[in-house]
């Protein structure tokens, strides 16, 4: 049994705890800043990056990138976000990766408050959780090839440098990723990484 608590602050505290939690468990990274771009948190994942300066970082207490364009268009965004209400994407290029990060910058505000601030999530390029393959299987009956094929192609791998990895002809892979599109009830490779791509969410 699950006693309520009624105080505001115990409340608070109870609140901030398991959305810190929830934050933690998904495969991306989440910044929450002002309009200035001053972070109010973030999970393990977002922070990781910004600690390591790896494409994001922290200068003066307000996130920036390696860059000082991307700095400049990052800014731009957030402000837009918070102050105008627009949502925004951008790439941020990493000196210590080829794979850039992809940031969806939207405003996000309560209903109680005037409170606005910018919701930012980040994300590597080609980037999958490592337990996607395993989800994948569960989530729509996918025999362990299927799955381990799929979770590939969702990381922007190509079908015949899968068929080579796996040892398989490309016939043998093609017919795999049939069976696994009539699971998923789709008819394209562009929709079955959408579908698969949205559940790989938790990490």
């Known amino acids: 049994m699950i006693e309520v608590v009624d105080t505001a602050v115990e409340r608070g505290v109870f609140e901030a705890h398991v959305a810190n939690a929830i934050l933690n468990l998904v495969n991306f990274g989440v910044i929450v800043t002002d309009s200035e771009g001053c972070a109010y948190a973030a999970n393990d994942l977002a922070w990781g ?103 590939r192609v969702v990381q922007g791998r190509e079908p015949v440098e899968i068929a080579v990895e796996r040892h398989v002809s490309i016939n043998t892979l093609r017919v795999q990723m049939a069976s696994a599109m009539i699971k998923v009830g789709v008819h394209r490779q562009a929709e079955l990484v959408s579908v698969i791509s949205s559940a790989d969410i938790l990490e």
Request: proline residues 4%; aromatic residues 6%.
């Open 49 to 151: 990056y910004v600690t390591r300066g790896d494409g994001l970082a922290e200068n003066g207490g307000l996130l920036t990138t390696e860059s000082d364009f991307e700095a400049e268009a990052l800014h731009s965004r957030i402000a837009g976000a918070v102050r105008q209400g627009h949502a925004g994407a951008m790439l941020i290029h990493r000196s210590r990766s080829a794979k850039p990060l992809v940031l969806l910058i939207e405003p996000f505000s309560t209903d109680e408050s005037s409170f606005r601030c910018a919701l930012i999530t980040v994300r590597e390029v080609g980037r999958a959780s490592p337990r996607l393959a395993e989800r994948a299987r569960m989530m729509f009956n996918f025999s362990p090839a299927e799955a381990e094929i799929v979770s």
